[in-house]
C-alpha cells in the first residue's frame, strides 16, 4: 500500500512556533487567533497528506518537474512570511485576512514539498542505499526543528522586519539553488507522478 507523503517539518516548526507567538505579542491579535492558525494548517495538511493527483495539489503538480514545483513552493513559502510580516502594519481585521492567508500559502508550500521532496531522495539511492539516504533526509529535517526555536526566538526579539524578511528572502534564495541542484541530479528533473525512470533529462 502506498504510504501518503510526509510533511515537511521545518515549515511546520516555523508556523507552529513563531507565527502565533507573533500574532499574539506583537500584532496583539486576539488569543483565539493561534489556535485557528494552527487548525487550519493541520486540517489543510491532513486533507492534502494523500498520494500525488488525489488532492487538488497533487493534481496540480502532475506533469510538471519537480526541481520547477520546489521552486514555486519556495515562492509561495516567501509570499506567505510576507503576509506574516504585512499582519505587524495593517489595521487588526487585515491583520486576521493576512494571517488566514499566511496559513494557507505556508500548507500549501509544505504539501508541495512533502509531494516532492521524498520521491527525490528516493530516486537518489539505489535499493542497497535507500534507508540511509532517508534517514539522512529525516536527519536533516530533525537538525531544523532543533534550531528553529532559537533562532526564531532570537529574530522575533528584534522586530517584524527584521524576522520576516530574512525569511521571506531566504525562502527565495533557496530557488538558485533548487536550479542549480536540478543540473546535477536527474531525480529532481523527472516529472512529478510520471513513474518512468527513462524521462529525459532536460530542464
Known amino acids: 500500500m502506498r504510504r501518503p507523503p510526509e510533511r515537511c517539518g521545518p515549515l511546520r516548526g516555523r508556523l507552529g512556533l513563531a507565527v502565533p507567538v507573533f500574532l499574539v505579542d506583537t500584532v496583539h491579535l486576539p488569543p483565539w487567533i493561534p489556535g485557528t492558525v494552527l487548525t487550519v494548517n493541520a486540517v489543510l495538511g491532513a486533507v492534502g497528506a494523500t498520494p500525488v493527483g488525489a488532492t487538488p495539489v497533487g493534481a496540480a503538480l502532475t506533469g510538471h518537474r519537480r526541481w520547477s514545483s520546489l ?26 485576512c493576512c494571517a488566514l492567508a499566511a496559513v494557507v500559502l505556508v500548507t500549501v508550500g509544505e504539501l508541495i514539498q512533502s509531494l516532492i521532496v521524498s520521491p527525490i531522495v528516493n530516486d537518489c539511492a539505489t535499493a542497497a542505499s535507500r534507508g540511509r539516504y532517508n534517514s539522512l533526509s529525516q536527519m536533516a529535517f530533525s537538525i531544523g526543528d532543533v534550531v528553529t526555536p532559537a533562532l526564531m526566538t532570537t529574530l522575533l526579539a528584534r522586530g517584524p522586519a527584521a524576522t520576516w524578511i530574512p525569511m521571506a528572502a531566504l525562502a527565495l534564495v533557496d530557488m538558485p539553488g533548487i536550479a542549480l541542484l536540478a543540473g546535477h541530479l536527474p531525480a529532481m528533473r523527472r516529472r512529478i507522478n510520471h513513474p518512468s525512470l527513462t524521462e529525459p533529462d532536460g530542464l
Do not use: E, H
Not at 510576507?82 to 489595521?91: D, E, F, G, I, Q
Open 71 to 96: 521552486m514555486a513552493s519556495q515562492a509561495i513559502v516567501g509570499g506567505a512570511f510576507v503576509a506574516v510580516l504585512c499582519c505587524a502594519y495593517v489595521p487588526s481585521a487585515l491583520s486576521i
